[in-house]
């Protein structure tokens, strides 16, 4: 797609970062803003790492506004998709602890219904869930457990489920059981 000027959109960079992802990366609003609105900008590229536009908005801190314009933007079709590591946007915003961020995407995941599995897994077998476990994140850990269709007894691929994960973060520092998910 061409921009004003006639320059590429979608034209790469070092690392095969596109002026969205590297815009949406240093927090750029209005230049995201700008390139949503170019003619033919593809929000889907994938970068070396296997990234997309929404996983760069997803791995930092405050960008809320940023996450909600790009699964708005039709076309979309990066929400539930893995990086090279198996990351998922969502557990990237559940990595960083940003609930705005975790909460627009769950509303997307609910809104798309069965063509998006929330339950999806990176390489190591997590799920979104457990990676909120493993990182601490007790506010998106709440908020998942409670979001349709989440599977409290998955297992990732060592077999540790729920509680082991818990358990192996640090005995103590975070309160969770299959007991308190039922209640």
Known sequence: ???????DVNSRGR?????LMVAVDEGHE????????QLGCLVNLRDDGGG??????????????MVARLVARPGQRSLNV???????????AVEEGDMDCVRILLRELARWGAGLDINVTDREGRTALMVA??????????ELVLAP????????????GLED???????GRLVFTSRSCQE
């Open 52 to 65: 997309t536009a929404l996983h760069w908005a997803c791995a930092g801190p405050g960008r809320a506004e």
């Open 165 to 171: 994960q818990a358990r192996w973060v640090e005995e």
């Open 149 to 160: 269709g989440m599977d409290l007894h998955t297992r990732d691929r060592q077999g540790r």
């Open 30 to 37: 209005g230049v995201v803003d700008f390139l949503l609105q």
């Open 133 to 142: 476990v493993a990182n601490e994140r007790t506010e998106c850990v709440r």
């Open 82 to 92: 893995g990086d090279s590591g198996g990351s998922t946007p969502l557990m990237l």
């Open 1 to 7: 797609g061409r921009g004003q000027a006639g320059q």
């Open 15 to 19: 690392g095969g970062l596109t002026c």
